[in-house]
């Protein structure tokens, strides 16, 4: 009988086996091809020696069949040739099928980890030949990305496998950064996170304040004892426990002192003006309230008060390190109280001197007005309560008239005032 080959189909090549041959195969390979010279007319019966090792998938009755290797072990694979004339024959070739290898690959420690950290992976054996999915062929590597690693091994005897795979993922770190407003002493300093991360989210915040003093949120708040220059110090983790870290520098500082002078140190409703002095050290003026709805950024303003009262004047002021101060002093604006009530008046119509009226300071201020003539006799010839209103003397002769007039003033002080005016016609 012809001899029983083995084709091997990756190489392309045949393999010539005379009987009595052992191949050697590896455990789980499929579609081997094992073959005879064909006969035209003859057909061919193939059998296995030991059915569990090998399958046979298709072929048989054919010079060329295709196995299935199960599992390990060793059998005889037989052809029984029939001719066309019915004449038989046999061949028999050994098949030795050796286990594949089982790599197993593995780490130590958690397989989620934080960018910059590193991870190494280990075989659990040592193997003739050894590829990890990363191109690396040591028997463990450090691995710095996230990926699904694993290793593809040959042993002695030929036949490879692939191991297990690990699922390594490193979460992004973040990125700690983070803004400080105010940096005068006697003021709280506001610290505010600005830390960002790619995914996930910042979960807590630890601030070193530099004077042995600590706080945690993503906003917070500081009172300094002393000015000085401190180093604050922001570590931030994320949920997923990655971690990072800033520190800048903070330099508090003295606040300026502010002050003013004026004069006069009081004014009037006559004399309503008032010079005011900056007189702060370090600093300059950015703003001056007079308390009466006015104010200015002059440095040594002039102010002219509307209104008798009292007023808190206060001035806001501000040094190069948009440090503030501010200082306010209490000034008293009096009423000056004015009223003119002439002596005598001539009502002949000649326009001049003709109506007997008071002239007086602020006089449409008033609460209350009432003017009032008597005749010799207390009896009452004029009254008004308007304060553009005045007698003219009509129907009665020339003579001493009694005048009286009662107000409440502005600041709601009653004043009564009691004279006599000669008419003369």
Not at 42 to 49: A, E, K, V
Not at 290 to 301: K, L, M, S, V
Request: proline share 4%.
């Amino acid at each position: 009988m012809k001899k029983l080959k083995y084709i091997l189909l990756f190489s392309l090549l045949q393999t010539f086996v005379s009987a009595q041959n052992v191949i050697r195969v590896c455990e789980g390979d499929t579609a081997q091809n094992f073959a005879v010279n064909p006969t035209l007319g003859s057909t061919y019966n193939w059998t296995l020696g030991t059915q569990s090792i090998a399958t046979i998938v298709s072929g048989n009755g054919s010079e060329h069949i295709l196995l299935d290797l199960n599992t390990s072990g060793v059998f005889w694979l037989h052809v029984q040739e029939t001719d066309s004339n019915l004449c038989s024959s046999k061949d028999s070739i050994l098949i030795e099928v050796f286990p594949k290898p089982n790599p197993f690959i593995y780490s130590i420690g958690n397989n989620t980890l934080c960018q910059e950290d590193s991870m190494t992976l280990f075989s659990d054996s040592v193997y003739n030949t050894l590829l990890w999915s990363n191109g690396l062929n040591s028997d463990s590597i450090k691995v710095y990305e996230s990926d699904s690693y694993y290793l593809t091994v040959t042993d002695t005897n030929g036949c490879s496998n692939i191991s297990n795979s690990i699922d390594v993922y490193f979460n992004p770190k973040p990125n700690a950064d983070f803004f400080i407003d105010g940096v005068c002493f006697e003021n709280k300093s506001i610290f505010t996170d600005f830390s960002t991360v790619s995914s996930g989210s910042i979960a807590s915040w630890l601030w070193d304040f530099g004077d042995g003093n600590y706080d945690t949120g993503p906003s917070v708040s500081h009172l300094y004892q002393h000015t000085d220059l401190f180093n604050i110090s922001l570590f931030v983790k994320t949920d997923a426990g990655c971690e990072d870290s800033l520190s800048k520098n903070l330099q508090i500082f003295h606040v300026p002192k502010a002050e003013f002078e004026f004069y006069p140190f009081s004014a009037s409703t006559l004399s309503p003006e008032i010079s005011f002095f900056n007189m702060s050290e370090n600093a300059l003026p950015i703003l001056w309230n007079f308390g009466d709805g006015r104010d200015t950024t002059i440095e040594n303003p002039i102010h002219v008060f509307s209104e008798p009262g009292n007023y808190e004047v206060k001035l806001y002021v501000s040094d190069t390190n948009n440090c503030f101060d501010s200082v306010s002093h209490n000034i008293t604006v009096y009423y000056d109280f004015i009223l003119y009530v002439p002596n005598s008046f001539t009502p002949n119509i000649d326009g001049n001197n003709d109506l007997f009226l008071p002239k007086g300071l602020r006089m449409e201020k008033y609460q209350s007005y009432e003017f009032t003539i008597f005749d010799r006799w207390g009896e009452e010839i004029f009254r008004t309560n308007k304060i553009s209103e005045g007698w003219n003397g009509e129907n009665v002769i020339s003579g001493k008239y009694t005048w009286v007039i009662i107000i409440t003033d502005e600041l709601g002080e009653l004043r009564k005032k009691v004279g006599e005016v000669m008419l003369i016609k």
